[in-house]
């Protein structure tokens, strides 16, 4: 797999910053240890829940294509809501995808990440 690590990522809370910067270069170990205990993520309506499931997911999820990523949006819903937009680029099916993450932050942990097709 190819990644693009150049995320445009200043107005992100650190711990979100991070989180990507982690997961581009596969490293499941960091990004995992920056959710909760209780963490949720959900990947095209698929659920992992706790520690162990989470971990799973980052450290398996697209490990059969390569893909380049890179940032291109990423607002402040609230203080404790963030949605960073990528664009996906590689051998998947469609060759291309862009795809909201919707973090959740709780004590400056992630609690969850909604991980959807980006809609305009």
Request: aromatic share 10%; proline share 2%; no cysteine.
């Amino acid at each position: 797999m190819t990644q693009n690590t150049e995320l445009r990522s200043e107005p992100l809370p650190a711990t979100v910053r991070e989180f990507f910067a982690a997961h581009v270069v596969r490293d499941a170990d960091v990004s995992s240890s920056l959710l909760t205990e209780d963490a949720v993520i959900v990947d095209q309506d698929e659920t992992f829940r706790g520690r162990e499931q989470t971990y799973v997911f980052l450290r398996d999820a697209g490990t059969e294509f390569e893909y380049t990523t890179e940032q291109i949006g990423a607002r402040r819903a609230d203080d404790s809501h963030w949605v960073v937009t990528v664009r996906l680029e590689g051998t998947f099916p469609g060759g291309v995808a862009e795809l909201d993450y919707r973090f959740t932050l709780r004590d400056d942990r992630i609690a969850e990440i909604v991980i959807a097709n980006h809609v305009a």
